[in-house]
């Protein structure tokens, strides 16, 4: 299993999982569809499913016109989540396979959209894992709950995508890694984990390259959303429960201007 990261719109990321063994192709959020085919004839691989995370535009705008340049594609999205061209809806705990190799799991991860897919995708000749996590999880951050409760998130998050295996590589939507880190850093400033990979996210953009992936494991040691758990992270808020950090964390993100 190879992934391709393909830059789209300002800060957005479309993917390609390919298959090696046959070249069959999967595209995550393919908002730009030329580019994602460009990227896909680069690599000799046969894009054969399109992976929608959610129904904002950003994420879901580009699958008709995927159905248009290639003909036959398969376009899959969450059961509650009206997804542009999608003919193939999924509710968690769907498999799908790519390829000879390739094994998908659709995780409902609800909370910016109401019908939220992550995809946790598997090889059986590659060791480390990946979910795409589109604008559920962010690296060292989460989307806004737009449509979505402070439990959810925390259940999506902590309890769904915390419960993968600790290595597994996280591929999200957006390039927003560097400012959420800069944000943390605000709350957890002694946090010398954020402290170290925010000089590496800053190093990566320089560079232009993506700060992408992480793994659940750095998640858990950089991402405020994902630690709240621990008392330390609740009584800097100065909540008593995880469900109320949460939620005080996204409000002071939302407010935050740095």
């Known amino acids: 299993m190879k992934i391709y990261h393909i830059p789209c ?5 479309a993917y390609l999982i390919v298959d090696e063994a046959t070249r069959e192709a999967a595209a995550v959020d393919p908002v730009e ?9 680069e690599a000799g691989a046969d894009i054969k499913l399109v992976l929608t995370t959610h129904r904002h535009w950003d994420h879901a705008g580009g699958n008709n016109k995927m159905k248009q340049l290639v003909p036959g594609i398969k376009v899959y999205g969450g059961s509650l989540d009206n997804v542009e061209g999608c003919d193939n809806k999924v509710e968690n705990g769907d498999r799908l396979s790519l390829g000879a190799d390739v094994n998908i799991l659709a995780l409902h991860t609800p909370c910016h959209t109401k019908g939220h897919i992550s ?6 000749t590659e060791e480390v894992p990946a979910v795409f996590t589109g604008d559920t999880l962010f690296i060292a951050g989460c989307g806004k709950f737009f449509e979505g409760t402070a439990e959810q998130m925390y259940e999506s998050l902590c309890v769904t995508l915390g419960s993968l ?16 880190l800069r944000f943390a850093l605000t709350v957890e400033p002694e946090n010398e984990k954020i402290s170290q990979k925010l000089s590496w996210a800053q190093q990566q953009r320089q560079a232009n390259l993506p700060t992408i992936p992480s793994t659940i494991d750095e998640e858990f040691e950089t991402n405020l959303f994902m630690r709240v758990d621990l008392p330390e992270i609740q009584a800097k808020v100065g909540c008593h429960s995880p469900t109320e950090a949460i939620m005080e964390i996204r409000r002071m993100k939302d407010n935050w201007r740095g």
Not at 9 to 13: K, S, V
Not at 33 to 39: F, G
């Open 33 to 41: 569809p030329e580019k994602v085919i460009r990227a896909a004839d």
């Open 119 to 124: 995809y946790f995708v598997t090889s059986k």
């Open 165 to 180: 295996p600790r290595p597994t590589r996280v591929f999200c939507g957006h390039e927003y890694t560097e400012k959420n």
């Open 9 to 13: 719109l300002e800060d957005n990321y």
